[in-house]
């Protein structure tokens, strides 16, 4: 390791994460020497460990840029640049090339095959350390003070080793933590301010606190906010405070900043009936008139794919016996069960816990960065990567592959940048 300002290190990556492993790899990869992570914690890539359950959704099976840009609520088509030169494909060739092989499931979510995140992390490690770059842990970056003409001098809080530095070449990877805001910050660059991203609904009150363990697929959930209007549909979980599952969580991603603009208050309404039509729920209650007569309705669902304990709670929110036979159900009866199928209305008063997934929306403004090379337009020498950037995914692996594509943009044009300050004239 260089001694303190003797040799400034070519390039100092702070943050141990996803992103910035995956760009201090590329740059080391693409030639660069001297390349020194720092991580804050005794432990680098802790969120890859704990993502997915412990499987680590590393990306997801969707090929095509123009597609994958529309799973990112804050990103979106500023995306599509960088995408087209690594997305998908080219992740799963990476890691392909670094040991890792990853197994698509049903719905696109791609894991390693072990169905470990370990396999991910040792994955990185191991091309980390092929790769010659320096890792530090236990050592976080507090002051950047950017040099004349280039370069930077570094502060950092460390049990052990040097705790000033300087570097060329600068790149933050700190994820969703303050520090890289504030050192960003004062750097010169805007920053949009946090909010989280990939919650669960807090119903208040929850009329549907005893439908708990509940899964239902498709539900179509609409969010109304005071001039805004969210919608998403897939699997809805039911939970002890309100609504979780994949739908839930793409909602609230979407809606992430108008919702804390509200302080989390908003009316949504809940399309139980599986993308059935009004006249499709009219005809198919006919049929049940005719054909179940003499059925209870408490005995016999619409269709067999609706919760028993949901259509028990929306007879008993129409406030129709379930004792009562399906002749006996009268049109107005019918009619505010057809309502409460389609167009249940709740009352959102606030978050839940975090859905499995969690991001934090918002970071450092995408105008103020290349995003061909995620270098900063305000300062020679600084870059970015992942988490830190006002990028954020919905969850099935979206936000991983954004650490990968930018984490490599990033390295290789750190390395490339490199090559035209000639070997030894790095001051
Ligand atoms: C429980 C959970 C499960 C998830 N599962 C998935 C999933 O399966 N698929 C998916 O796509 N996404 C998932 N995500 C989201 C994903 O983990 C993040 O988008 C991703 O980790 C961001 O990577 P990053 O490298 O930008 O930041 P991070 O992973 O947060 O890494 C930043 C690193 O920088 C370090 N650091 C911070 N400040 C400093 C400093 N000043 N100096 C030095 N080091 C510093 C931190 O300790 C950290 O190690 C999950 C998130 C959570 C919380």
Known sequence: MPPAF??????????GGAAGFMAAISAAEAGLKGVLLLEATPTPLA???????????????CWDPRALVGHYPRGGRALLGPFSRFATAEAVEWFKAHGLELVEEADGRLFPRSNR???????????????????????????????????????????????????????LATGGHPSGRQIAARLGHTLVPPVPSLFTLALKPNPLQELAGVVMDPVRLQLELPGARFQQQGPVLVTHWGLSGPATLRLTAFAARALKEQGYRAQLRVDWSGGRSQQDLEVAFEGLRRDQARRQLSSWRPWPELSRRLWLHLLAVCGIEGTGRWAELRRPQQKALIDALRASRYAVGGRGPFGEEFVTAGGVSL????????????????????????????????????????GWLAGRALAASADLVEDGEHR
């Open 6 to 15: 003797a040799t400034p290190w070519p390039l100092v990556v702070a943050g």
């Open 47 to 61: 969120k890859v460990l704990i993502s997915g359950g412990g499987r680590c959704n590393v990306t997801h099976a």
């Open 117 to 171: 995140s370990s396999a991910v992390v040792a994955s990185l490690r191991e091309a980390a350390q092929a790769a010659g770059v320096t890792l530090r842990t236990g050592a976080a970056l507090q002051t950047a003070e950017a040099l004349q003409p280039e370069g930077f001098e570094l502060s950092l809080r460390a049990s052990e080793g040097p705790t000033e530095l300087r570097c060329c070449q600068l790149l």
């Open 367 to 406: 105008g103020e960065v290349n995003l061909a090379t995620m270098a900063s337009r305000k300062l020679t020498g600084l870059y970015f990567a992942g988490e830190l950037l006002d990028v954020d995914g919905i969850t099935g692996g979206f936000n991983f592959q954004h650490c990968w594509s930018s």
